[in-house]
T-cell receptor
């Protein structure tokens, strides 16, 4: 499978716990994006990497959130001290700068986080 | 990036053409129109995009008005698998502008 892979698909955690999600992009894609989607809304941009460099962060990404992309391959998104308002679908996408204009972004199926 | 306006929901009979409108009256000259769709419990899927000219690919056609203030996505022969939320997005071609700004989209239901 050459698509964008996200793990886990579902995560239930207690308020105050830390959680980490992983995204494996399409191997030849140098750009990687994280989005968050709450029920009934469209996805909202969180952050973007070009290779290992984090080039843009949304103001939605509070100091409890951190994203990394070591070596420019897979990426992790960590949420510390989770709150009920963090419950959402977390989507990862990747693209090639050159092919983006033709094929757009490729999204994964997301990780659904429920904070109880 | 310019904002877009789409109907909240639409129905279309299976086998007929589905025409999804989008208004983007504040679009500027270097902004592209993108369409994505999201089937339940999946991530968004790229459909098509265009700047000025009409575009067609294996999934759909995109018709952009001459003044570029609106566009229509056409699914020529809708099937039940086309039931999804369809997002119209406008994004500039400026270097470094990477993010997509999604609205709430149009929920398209294909009726057997």
């Amino acid at each position: 499978d050459t698509g964008v892979s996200q793990n886990p698909r579902h995560k239930i955690t207690k308020r105050g716990q830390n959680v980490t999600f992983r995204c494996d992009p399409i191997s030849e894609h140098n750009r990687l994006y994280w989005y968050r989607q709450t029920l009934g809304q469209g996805p909202e941009f969180l952050t973007y990497f070009q290779n290992e460099a984090q080039l843009e962060k949304s103001r939605l990404l509070s100091d409890r959130f951190s994203a990394e992309r070591p070596k420019g391959s897979f990426s992790t998104l960590e949420i510390q001290r989770t709150e009920q308002g963090d419950s959402a679908m977390y989507l990862c996408a990747s693209s090639s700068g050159l092919l983006q204009r033709v094929y757009g972004y490729t999204f994964g199926s997301g990780t659904r986080l429920t904070v109880v | 990036d310019a904002k877009t306006t789409q109907p909240t929901s639409m129905d279309c009979a299976e086998g007929r053409a589905a025409n999804l409108p989008c208004n983007h009256s504040t679009i500027s000259g270097n902004e592209y129109v993108y369409w994505y769709r999201q089937i339940h419990s999946q991530g968004p899927q790229y459909i098509i995009h265009g700047l000025k000219n009409n575009e067609t690919n294996e999934m759909a056609s995109l018709i952009i008005t001459e003044d570029r203030k609106s566009s229509t996505l056409i699914l020529p022969h809708a099937t039940l698998r086309d039931t999804a939320v369809y997002y119209c997005i406008v994004r500039s071609a400026n270097f470094g502008n990477e993010k997509l700004t999604f609205g709430t989209g149009t929920r398209l239901t294909i009726i057997p």
